[in-house]
């Protein structure tokens, strides 16, 4: 298998001031890659900036204006958490842009990471939250859709709800959404019962887990209901809302994922791509504010995805193991779980 990463310095040019999602994130990613024996084995791929066009595609036009009008009056808080500084708006185009980039990836049967900011998860059509400008997987999702896929699904892993991605996708059919995420947290979405209306009923799936999960929790919620789920969805392209904010060391949450557990996660993810989509796989950061922590969980998923394989991982908790049993069985109307 073959992996690339998208990045590009002007990330860092998205400025937040002393903020847990700082430019620093990224560049200790990156320092963190390329002082490893992975570096050699990974293309960098710089991004092009999406287009209005794109992201109308997801947002309204109204709150597109918002972001320009803010960036270019040299910046505001557009909530109590997320930043706009005078860069702000072309840095998200080329965030979103950066996560389309990662679609190119599979022409040459690579695997992509987008190493973007700002996130998107928590970007609701009309509104920034939760550091989130433009909600980046949400547009790569709504290209491919527009480039005739009729399935795309999308796994959110980050230690928080992406009430956004659901938002956008709460009715549609043709996008499975699946998050698992510690409860209760920020933002106070994404319970059990959540799980799409309309045409889109049974195509969002929650997983809230409750706090101090470990990498044994994450793989049973993965044997329970992402594999399952997914396999049964049938998927002619997977992207991953890959958050490392789950890890045991994040200042943000309580869960207790390792570096192993993202790696373990990876793998079940790309056997997912391969055996359904023809390893179309992409994958974008979301959240991971520790920030070795976050560049060590990075470096494991790209080398999981680059050898096929990952450590084995064990334990399980109780509390976890009844929240799973929870979902599959408000899961067991709509899939063979």
């Avoid at 956004?164 to 996008?175: E, K, L, N, S, Y």
């Avoid at 950061?285 to 680059?306: D, H, K, M, N, P």
């Amino acid at each position: 298998m073959k992996a690339a990463i998208v990045w590009d310095e002007a990330y860092l040019e998205h400025e937040m001031g002393e903020h847990p999602e700082g430019g620093d994130r990224l560049s200790h990613i990156v320092d963190h890659l390329a002082s490893t024996d992975l570096w050699s084995r990974l293309r960098v791929v710089r991004p092009a900036a999406a287009s209005v066009a794109d992201v109308l595609t997801v947002h309204t036009s109204t709150y597109v204006d918002l972001v320009r009008t803010a960036a270019e009056g040299g910046g505001r808080w557009l909530d109590a958490d997320t930043f706009v500084s005078p860069r702000t708006f072309d840095i998200a185009l080329l965030a979103a842009g950066g996560t389309l980039d990662t679609l190119k990836g599979w022409e040459q049967a690579t695997a992509t990471f987008a190493l973007v900011r700002p996130p998107g998860h928590h970007a609701t059509p009309d509104r920034a939250m939760g550091f989130c400008i433009f909600n980046n997987i949400a547009i790569a999702a709504r290209r491919l859709l527009a480039q005739g896929v009729e399935r795309v699904a999308i796994v959110d892993w980050d230690v928080h709800h992406g009430n956004g991605t659901q938002a956008v996708f709460i009715d549609d059919p043709r996008v499975l959404y699946v998050s698992l995420h510690q409860w209760p947290l920020y933002p106070g979405s994404g319970w059990f019962s959540e799980t799409g209306v309309g045409a889109g009923r049974g195509y969002t799936v929650n997983v809230p887990l409750p706090p101090g999960c470990c990498d044994g929790d994450y793989a049973h919620a993965f044997a329970a209901l992402v594999e399952p789920i997914v396999a049964a969805f049938d998927p002619q392209a997977l992207l991953v809302s890959a958050g490392q904010d789950p890890h045991v060391d994040d200042p943000l949450a309580s869960m207790s994922l390792t570096d192993d557990g993202f790696a373990h996660m990876a793998v079940r993810v790309l056997e997912l791509a391969h055996e359904h989509c023809e390893g179309r796989l992409a994958l974008t950061l979301e959240g991971g504010y520790e920030r070795q922590a976050t560049a060590r969980s990075v470096a494991a998923i790209l080398r999981a995805i680059l050898d096929e394989e990952a450590p084995a991982v064990s334990g399980e908790t109780e509390r976890a193991t009844t929240a799973i049993e929870q979902a599959v069985a408000i899961q067991r109307e709509f899939w063979p779980v």
